[in-house]
């Protein structure tokens, strides 16, 4: 078991996105289930087998959502210390190479999106991120080699 860390509006969002995964995406697929059915033989049936195959990947993801909520632990966004960066600071950084400056929120793997600055706390920036002051440098290791970032400022919300 590995504990999650939600913001109230992940889990809600969680919680929204399993409900409607167990009542209307199942009640569709079922639905699509039965009218392949009607078209008679199984084994040459490509709607059938497409059907199921939705049904074997919507479990799947009701079962990764009920885990990630059965793991999830919610954290207070007033308590986040800025000392240090940790799940949900806010940390500007330069990059020491191109001098380009960025602002990006560390966050749960499950609330991650890049094109928002919301960084999860296990991709490679985010792990090399946490636990830095500011005034520190973060070496990160990334696909395309090393990174040296300077962190400049960790804030939080509010």
């Known amino acids: 078991m590995a504990v999650v860390y939600l913001t109230e509006e992940a ?10 995964a167990r009542t209307v995406d199942r009640k569709r697929i079922s639905n699509e289930i039965a009218e392949a059915r009607a078209h008679g033989d199984l084994s040459e049936n490509a709607e059938y087998d497409a059907a199921k195959e939705a ?22 966004e ?45 991709s490679p920036i985010g792990k090399g991120l946490l636990g830095k002051s500011a ?3 973060a070496v990160v290791h990334v696909p395309a080699g090393k990174l040296h970032l ?8 509010g």
Not at 11 to 20: A, I, T
Not at 55 to 76: F, S, V, W
Not at 98 to 111: C, D, I, R, Y
């Open 78 to 122: 007033e308590q986040v210390d800025t000392s240090t960066a940790r799940i949900l600071s806010i940390v500007r950084y330069r990059n020491s190479r191109t001098g380009g400056e960025k602002v990006v929120k560390l966050v749960s793997a499950p609330e991650a999106d890049v094109s928002r600055g919301l960084i999860s706390i296990t």
């Open 150 to 157: 300077k962190i400049l400022e960790i804030t939080r919300d």
């Open 55 to 76: 049904q074997g990947k919507l479990e799947a993801r009701i079962a990764q959502m009920q885990e990630t909520l059965a793991d999830a632990r919610l954290i207070d």
């Open 11 to 20: 889990l809600k969002k969680l919680r929204k996105d399993l409900h409607h």
């Open 135 to 137: 005034g520190d440098e």
